[in-house]
């Protein structure tokens, strides 16, 4: 009966500009109630307006580039901003209504702006969601949860269609259940397990809602972010790419993005680059991956470090002049294939 009722939904992207290297793009990615176009949209917003400090350090010889602690740091600070705004605001747009009636309304410059001048030199450790002009908000912040799953994969054809496709059924196995088990018959397919995307609470100890609370026939947030760049002047695709990996999902679309536009890496030496970020809590840091020195600088700025695993995925394929360029994230299993 739920598969019976069930209608997929077609959404227009949510695209924003961007400006890197002399260069103008669009990058576009799915709207809510996907949270990664959005967050990462105000994440490298943020970045354009905020003191930026030292730039990364880039080693040559190795194409492996360390962002430097400074760089972290204002990085860092801008992710707590945005967490703290997807927390706040999104959901399934069937049921929550966007700030000011328009989810651009969260990367409005001169709300950025005003967003980028609350980061100062040392860490706001958690950050409290803004108020986009003319929003009004009726919804509590939700808490944080882990999330899990996804994989994602980007293909170019020989038509020059591009596809950029993230997709989840949330933890490993999802709920553990597949249809035709049992039954004597081949094939079928694993049930997800979707509901623990959606706020574990309805409401926050004072009774207001979670906007991103359970509801019959809603859908969950997700932190998916499968993303297509264009340049702007041309409408040429640039880059598609995207990465598993829970709410960090965001934080790898973002490096690789930031390291392609801002750094002119190629595909694969941004996803290469060592992951970063914050869910609006502790600075979290890919293990084995950062000098002492870097972690230390961060501590000196209040932030609470913690080195963790972060097994991003991410795939990306980029045009360059002589056709295309693509990059497998070496933490998992992924490969660049073409014909």
């Not at 609470?201 to 359970?214: E, M, Q």
């Amino acid at each position: 009966a739920d598969l019976a009722g069930y209608s997929p939904k077609v959404r227009d992207a949510f695209c924003t500009d961007y400006a890197a290297s002399q260069k103008q793009y669009v990058i576009c990615g799915m709207p809510p109630p996907s949270s990664g176009a959005i967050t990462v949209a105000q994440i490298l917003g943020i970045l354009k307006t905020a003191p930026m400090g030292s730039q990364a350090t880039l080693d040559k010889a190795s194409t492996a580039a360390i962002p430097s602690a400074d760089w972290l740091h204002v990085y860092t600070e801008a992710s707590r901003l945005a967490f703290a705004d997807r927390a706040q605001y999104i959901g399934d747009p069937d049921f929550v209504a966007a700030p000011a009636g328009n989810w651009k309304s969260l990367i409005a410059p001169d709300y950025l702006a005003s967003r980028a001048k609350l980061i100062g030199e040392q860490s706001m450790k958690v950050a409290k969601p803004g108020v986009p002009a003319g929003a009004k908000s009726a919804y509590a912040p939700m808490a944080h949860q882990t999330e899990y799953g996804t994989s994602h994969i980007s293909i170019i054809d020989a038509f020059g269609n591009s596809l950029a496709m993230t997709t989840t059924i949330e933890d490993a196995w999802g709920s553990r259940q597949m249809v035709n088990r049992g039954k004597g018959l081949a094939g079928g397919f694993l049930l997800n397990n979707e509901l623990t995307d959606f706020s574990f609470a309805p409401t926050d100890s004072a009774g207001k809602p979670i906007a991103n609370r359970v509801q019959p026939g809603k859908r969950p947030r997700s932190s998916m972010s499968p993303t297509l760049v264009f340049d702007k002047a041309t409408g040429n695709l640039v880059a598609s790419l995207g990465s598993p990996g829970g709410a960090l999902i965001i934080h790898y679309t973002a490096k690789t993005l930031y390291g392609m536009l801002n750094w002119n890496l190629n595909a694969q030496e941004a996803i290469n680059l060592p992951n970063f970020g914050s869910l609006n809590g502790p600075t979290i840091l890919e293990e084995k991956r950062f000098p002492v020195s870097t972690v230390d600088a961060l501590k000196a700025r209040g932030h609470e470090v913690r080195e963790i695993n972060m097994t991003s995925g991410l795939q990306g394929i980029q045009t360059i002049p002589a056709g295309f360029f693509g990059g497998a994230d070496p933490r998992r299993e992924g490969v660049v294939l073409g014909d």
